[in-house]
C-alpha cells in the first residue's frame, strides 16, 4: 500500500524567519567547535563545518553529514546496512522562534514537523526552506525539495513514481 506516486504538491509552509545558528542542546552556539566532518556527533549534537548538519541514524549513532536521505544507504559496508532516520540533532533555538505558518497565514499548531518527518496533518514543517510535500492522500513529509517521478533514495519498498 505504500507503492504509491509522489505528486509533490506544497500542503503548507516552512518557518517564517531564519533560526539562530545551531546550538549544542543546552543553548551555546557550536561556532566550529564540533565535530569533523563524517564522525560521529552523538554526544556534541553540533559539526564544526559550516553547512555539515548532525543526522541521526538511530537512537545509539548520528554523523556529521552535508546531506542525509532517510533509509539504507548503500555506500555503507554491508554490516552497517541499517536505516538511516535522517533526523536533525542539536540546532536548537536558545530563544522561541515565530511558529511557522502553513501556507494560507494561519499559525502551525506546535512548531511544525521536524525535517524528514510526516506532516500529513501539520502541513509545516519547522525548518526555514523546508515544505509540507505530498505523496498521496495518505501521506506528505517535510522536505527540502521534491520532484515528481521515483526517489532513487527511497528504500526499494516505498520506491514508487511521484506523480
Do not use: F, M
Not at 93 to 98: A, H, R, Y
Not at 103 to 123: I, L, M
Request: hydrophobic share 15%; glycine share 12%.
Amino acid at each position: 500500500h505504500y507503492r504509491t506516486p509522489w505528486s509533490c504538491r506544497e500542503l503548507g509552509g516552512a518557518s517564517p524567519s531564519p533560526s539562530p545558528p545551531p546550538s549544542d542542546g543546552a543553548g551555546h552556539s557550536c561556532h566550529g567547535a564540533g565535530s569533523a566532518d563524517w564522525s560521529s556527533c552523538t554526544s556534541s549534537h553540533c559539526c564544526a563545518s559550516p553547512g555539515w548538519k548532525c543526522y541521526e541514524k538511530n537512537s545509539g549513532y548520528a554523523q556529521c553529514r552535508d546531506q542525509c536521505s532517510p533509509g539504507v544507504h548503500d555506500e555503507e559496508p554491508a554490516h552497517y546496512r541499517t536505516p538511516w532516520s535522517c533526523r536533525e540533532l542539536g540546532g536548537a533555538s536558545p530563544s522561541p522562534s515565530p511558529p511557522p505558518s502553513d501556507g494560507a497565514g494561519h499559525s502551525c499548531h506546535g512548531a511544525g514537523s521536524a525535517d524528514w518527518s510526516s506532516c500529513t496533518s501539520s502541513h509545516c514543517c519547522a525548518s526555514p526552506g523546508w515544505k509540507c510535500y505530498e505523496k498521496n492522500s495518505g501521506y506528505a513529509q517535510c522536505r527540502d525539495q521534491c520532484s515528481p517521478g521515483v526517489h532513487d533514495e527511497e528504500p526499494a519498498h516505498y520506491r514508487t513514481p511521484w506523480s
